[in-house]
């Protein structure tokens, strides 16, 4: 009865295993590796409130963020993806796995410009998502650069949502822009025909001429030299030209 008992137990824990086991090891964390920098680029770890002087080939995980200065950048290798933070530029990464052979990536652009590469592996299935406090981009397998309000796509395609209003999406040699007083994102037609309409003259104040007489004429309050009337003639002449009398 005892053995019995033990047998079950075992089958059990086999059955459990045998079930759960394709859910716990299909899905891995990947890592996040500084490849590039330049300039001053800092790294602030999970849990600290201090940032640290990032180095080439450091490793990066979950809630660690990074931060480039004026006129620095850096590369990141985040599995097959990389990205490129551009200079005054704040991200932090906000999850890193691997499913079946798919990258998840998420990351929070709090400010700065990134421009993300998704390729390597299967690039169209890998996931691939930046957070800003403005708006949201999603891709699959694409490159695009991204500053929390402006998109510009440069190969495929990206999902972008404010954070009001429906999400639209982005294609290849095209961009858009999130208006930070609605929260919507601007359609791309939209977009394209604000940038070409021509900008508004610039004002500027009237020009006031005061009139003048014809030639060869005077008015009353400019009477011609020497007096009117002709030398004191009573008069008479005509007045061709200033100060000559017939």
């Not at 929070?108 to 403005?134: H, M, W, Y």
């Not at 508004?200 to 008015?219: D, F, K, N």
């Amino acid at each position: 009865m005892k053995k019995n008992y033990r047998v079950n137990i075992f089958a059990l824990a086999l059955v459990f295993f045998i079930f759960i086991s394709p859910s716990v090891f299909s899905q891995q964390n990947i890592e996040a590796i500084i490849r590039e920098l330049s300039g001053v680029v800092e790294v602030k770890k999970s849990g600290s409130a201090v940032w640290e002087a990032a180095s080439r080939g450091q490793v990066l995980g979950e809630d660690n963020s990074i931060s480039t200065g004026f006129r620095s950048s850096a590369v990141i290798a985040l599995g097959n993806s990389v990205i490129t933070l551009r200079p005054l530029t704040r991200v932090s990464i906000l999850e890193l796995s691997r499913s079946q052979g798919s990258d998840k990536v998420e990351l929070n652009l709090q400010t700065g410009r990134v421009r993300a590469d998704v390729r390597g592996g299967d690039a169209s299935k890998a996931e691939f998502l930046i957070r800003s406090p403005n708006s949201t981009s999603s891709v699959r397998g694409t490159v695009f650069e991204f500053d929390t309000l402006q998109l510009t796509v440069l190969e495929g395609t990206v999902e972008f949502s404010g954070k009001q209003g429906s999400p639209f999406l982005i294609d290849a040699v095209g961009f858009s822009r999130m208006d930070e007083v609605s929260g919507r994102v601007t359609p791309p037609p939209a977009v394209y025909a604000a940038e070409l309409k021509p900008e508004s003259p610039i004002a500027s104040e009237p020009i006031h001429v005061a009139p003048q007489p014809p030639a060869g004429t005077w008015s009353g309050e400019n009477e011609p030299p020497g007096g009117g009337g002709g030398g004191g003639g009573g008069g008479g002449g005509a007045v061709l030209e200033p100060g000559i009398v017939f």
